[in-house]
């Protein structure tokens, strides 16, 4: 009886050690990985497989998971476009799927016997997903995915304001955000400004708020919007981009519109025998109390301009006169000038493009004894500056950025001395930009109101700059001093600058502005990015069809340079073509 007493507490004894190391192997296994038992606590003859659904919305399989794998040796999944991935246990097609992630949806595929999990393109790229299969005798198996997005899914929006040349620049990239974290917005004088998303060229574009036109830009991948100034001051817009993989994404702006404004630069002149017309005198907006003492020319007429806009429309109260467009100039021709009472105070309405309006008054004196030239003069009677009409040869040929050109002679002596100041007196020689094109200052220079660069005059100063950041000007026309100085026309395309958008007039030299687009390839036919952000490569020399973006520093292999319009484009050694502007990229080594 002792025997078997002590048989049986060895057993009980063995059993109970059995029993307890079991435990503690349980134990141990949910302390150190409680996902492994939950993925090993189902059947294991289990045999996974996992596609992506075609366009026609059926399943193409692209692997199979045959061991349980773990977070660190989860399966890489690129997202397709349609944002879905396709799962089965062909060994158990009753078990049904759940997703650890709370922005993925699983359904049964209503055709296959496996499940559709839906919401991939809503997830960052390296999120890390747990599929667990669900089997009939509530066991489990969880299987693990390392999501990519592909670069078209990746949201990566950019926004920009158009130049004077119609084109983009000043590119800000933007991520998908939140009313409360709307991007500030300063709406330039025109109301617009382009989107783009720029790994989706096909995504359209939408805004919350009907006052805003969101239209495709025929030019670029991206889309304009118009009306901003139609908004009241810190509205909060939504941008909203249908990706063409199906999902959305939206941007905030809080827009601060721009009231457009007009400073005046009127210039009033005197026709000559040829129809040209002599330097133009600036005058300021007035009152019947301050005329402007003119003295009518002998054929009657003078003409008005607004320098600071072509669109400008002109009007009077006196109905004697005549008021017509010059149609060679961007300014009005007035005429029937003598046929007024001598003393007569004549109002002129300048109807500016932005709907605002200034008011010029003039006392005209008429000149009873026929003969003589016209007369005129800022306020008071005097002789007209002298007539400048450049002759032929002087305007460069069209499409070419820096055509020789002999600007015209002066007809008379100057009758004030040279002096050195650099302002007024650049040289008459070499190439002069052609209408239309664009300089940019290498040294410091001041813009004028008129070609007499005047301290009064004077709009403002540009400083010496680094290459990168030299201001920019379109050339719209050319005048001289009265001591005879050729000056350039301009309009200041410095966007973000206070500056931007005034017109007036600056020097023609050398040594202070030059071409801001090459005119030739580099001797060695390499050429380097500088631009901060880069440049674009683009299938056309229109630079429309973006093909690829190039890194500041990287440099490139040209093998012609390409004329557009009044700008040139250098074409790449691979056959696509980037601007030639001389503040984005640079000739050889940099």
Same mark, same amino acid.
């Given at each position: 009886?002792?025997?078997?007493?002590?048989?049986?507490?060895?057993?009980?004894?063995?059993?109970?050690?059995?029993?307890?190391?079991? &435990? @503690?192997?349980?134990?141990?296994?949910? &302390?150190?990985?409680?996902?492994?038992?939950?993925?090993?606590?189902?059947?294991?003859?289990?045999?996974?497989?996992?596609?992506?659904?075609?366009?026609?919305?059926?399943?193409?399989?692209?692997?199979?998971?045959?061991?349980?794998?773990?977070?660190?040796?989860?399966?890489?999944?690129?997202?397709?476009?349609?944002?879905?991935?396709?799962?089965?246990?062909?060994?158990?097609?009753?078990?049904?799927?759940?997703?650890?992630?709370?922005?993925?949806?699983?359904?049964?595929?209503?055709?296959?016997?496996?499940?559709?999990?839906?919401?991939?393109?809503?997830?960052?790229?390296?999120?890390?997903?747990?599929?667990?299969?669900?089997?009939?005798?509530?066991?489990?198996?969880?299987?693990?995915?390392?999501?990519?997005?592909?670069?078209?899914?990746? &949201?990566?929006?950019?926004?920009?304001?158009?130049?004077?040349?119609?084109?983009?620049?000043?590119?800000?990239?933007?991520?998908?955000?939140?009313?409360?974290?709307?991007?500030?917005?300063?709406?330039?004088?025109?109301?617009?400004?382009?989107?783009?998303?720029?790994?989706?060229?096909?995504?359209?574009?939408?805004?919350?708020?009907?006052?805003?036109?969101?239209?495709?830009?025929?030019?670029?991948?991206?889309?304009?919007?118009?009306?901003?100034?139609?908004?009241?001051?810190?509205?909060?817009?939504?941008?909203?981009?249908?990706?063409?993989?199906? /999902?959305?994404?939206?941007?905030?702006?809080?827009?601060?519109?721009?009231?457009?404004?007009?400073?005046?630069? @009127?210039?009033?002149?005197?026709?000559?025998?040829?129809?040209?017309?002599?330097?133009?005198?600036?005058?300021?907006?007035?009152?019947?109390?301050?005329?402007i003492l003119l003295t009518a020319p002998n054929d009657g007429r003078i003409y008005l301009e607004d320098m600071n806009d072509s669109k400008t429309t002109w009007t009077s109260d006196n109905s004697k006169l005549s008021i017509v467009k010059d149609p060679r100039r961007d300014?009005?021709?007035?005429?029937?000038?003598?046929?007024?009472?001598?003393?007569?105070?004549?109002?002129?309405?300048?109807?500016?493009?932005?709907?605002?309006?200034?008011?010029?008054?003039?006392?005209?004196?008429?000149?009873? =004894?026929?003969?003589?030239?016209?007369?005129?003069?800022?306020?008071?009677?005097?002789?007209?500056?002298?007539?400048?009409?450049?002759?032929?040869?002087?305007?460069?040929?069209?499409?070419?950025?820096?055509?020789? @050109?002999?600007?015209?002679?002066?007809?008379? =002596?100057?009758?004030?001395?040279?002096?050195?100041?650099?302002?007024?007196?650049?040289?008459?020689?070499?190439? &002069?930009?052609?209408?239309?094109?664009?300089?940019?200052?290498?040294?410091?220079?001041?813009?004028?109101?008129?070609?007499?660069?005047?301290?009064?005059?004077?709009?403002?100063?540009?400083?010496?700059?680094?290459?990168?950041?030299?201001?920019?000007?379109?050339?719209?026309?050319?005048?001289?001093?009265?001591?005879?100085?050729?000056?350039?026309?301009?309009?200041?395309?410095?966007?973000?600058?206070?500056?931007?958008?005034?017109?007036?007039?600056?020097?023609? /030299?050398?040594?202070?502005?030059?071409?801001?687009?090459?005119?030739?390839?580099?001797?060695?036919?390499?050429?380097?990015?500088?631009?901060?952000?880069?440049?674009?490569?683009?299938?056309?020399?229109?630079?429309?069809?973006?093909?690829?973006?190039?890194?500041?520093?990287?440099?490139?292999?040209?093998?012609?340079? @390409?004329?557009?319009?009044?700008?040139?484009?250098?074409?790449?050694?691979?056959?696509?073509?980037?601007?030639?502007?001389?503040?984005?990229?640079?000739?050889?080594?940099?």
């Open positions: 009886m002792e025997k078997v007493n002590q048989r049986y507490s060895s057993t009980l004894i063995r059993w109970l050690s059995t029993i307890l190391i079991a &435990v @503690v192997a349980v134990i141990a296994v949910f &302390v150190v990985n409680p996902n492994k038992v939950a993925a090993q606590s189902g059947p294991s003859d289990y045999s996974i497989a996992y596609g992506r659904y075609s366009p026609e919305n059926t399943v193409d399989v692209i692997g199979s998971i045959l061991d349980l794998n773990t977070p660190e040796t989860a399966v890489e999944f690129t997202t397709p476009a349609n944002g879905f991935l396709y799962i089965e246990d062909m060994n158990h097609a009753e078990a049904s799927w759940s997703a650890n992630n709370t922005n993925l949806t699983v359904t049964k595929d209503p055709v296959d016997l496996g499940y559709k999990v839906s919401g991939l393109t809503t997830i960052p790229s390296g999120t890390i997903v747990m599929l667990t299969a669900h089997y009939r005798d509530n066991s489990t198996n969880s299987f693990y995915f390392k999501i990519e997005q592909s670069v078209s899914q990746v &949201v990566a929006a950019s926004y920009g304001f158009y130049n004077s040349e119609g084109l983009v620049d000043g590119f800000t990239s933007i991520k998908p955000n939140t009313s409360q974290t709307a991007i500030p917005l300063k709406s330039p004088n025109t109301g617009e400004f382009y989107l783009e998303d720029v790994n989706d060229f096909n995504g359209t574009w939408s805004a919350d708020n009907t006052k805003l036109q969101v239209t495709k830009d025929p030019r670029f991948e991206g889309y304009k919007v118009s009306g901003l100034n139609s908004l009241a001051a810190n509205t909060v817009v939504k941008f909203t981009i249908q990706h063409s993989y199906g /999902s959305t994404s939206d941007f905030y702006f809080k827009v601060e519109p721009t009231t457009p404004t007009h400073d005046a630069n @009127v210039g009033y002149g005197f026709y000559g025998a040829d129809g040209s017309i002599g330097g133009l005198t600036n005058i300021d907006p007035n009152t019947n109390q301050t005329p300014g009005f021709q007035i005429s029937k000038l003598t046929s007024l009472t001598s003393g007569t105070v004549v109002k002129f309405t300048a109807h500016h493009s932005n709907g605002q309006t200034n008011d010029f008054y003039f006392k005209v004196t008429v000149n009873s =004894t026929p003969g003589g030239g016209s007369t005129g003069g800022g306020t008071g009677s005097g002789t007209s500056p002298n007539p400048v009409t450049p002759p032929a040869n002087t305007t460069p040929t069209p499409g070419s950025p820096t055509s020789p @050109v002999t600007p015209p002679n002066n007809p008379t =002596t100057p009758t004030s001395p040279t002096t050195t100041n650099p302002e007024t007196t650049p040289s008459t020689t070499g190439n &002069v930009t052609a209408k239309g094109g664009v300089v940019y200052a290498v040294k410091k220079i001041g813009l004028y109101k008129s070609p007499n660069f005047k301290k009064s005059q004077r709009i403002a100063w540009y400083p010496k700059q680094k290459r990168i950041n030299r201001p920019m000007f379109v050339v719209t026309g050319y005048a001289r001093s009265t001591n005879g100085s050729f000056r350039y026309k301009v309009r200041d395309v410095n966007h973000g600058r206070k500056t931007a958008g005034k017109t007036g007039y600056i020097t023609v /030299s050398r040594n202070y502005v030059a071409p801001v687009y090459y005119a030739t390839l580099p001797k060695n036919k390499k050429i380097t990015v500088i631009a901060k952000k880069g440049v674009n490569a683009y299938k056309s020399a229109s630079l429309t069809g973006k093909i690829k973006h190039y890194k500041k520093n990287v440099r490139l292999t040209v093998k012609k340079l @390409v004329k557009h319009n009044l700008t040139t484009r250098y074409q790449l050694s691979n056959g696509s073509f980037v601007t030639a502007n001389k503040k984005l990229v640079i000739q050889g080594a940099y």
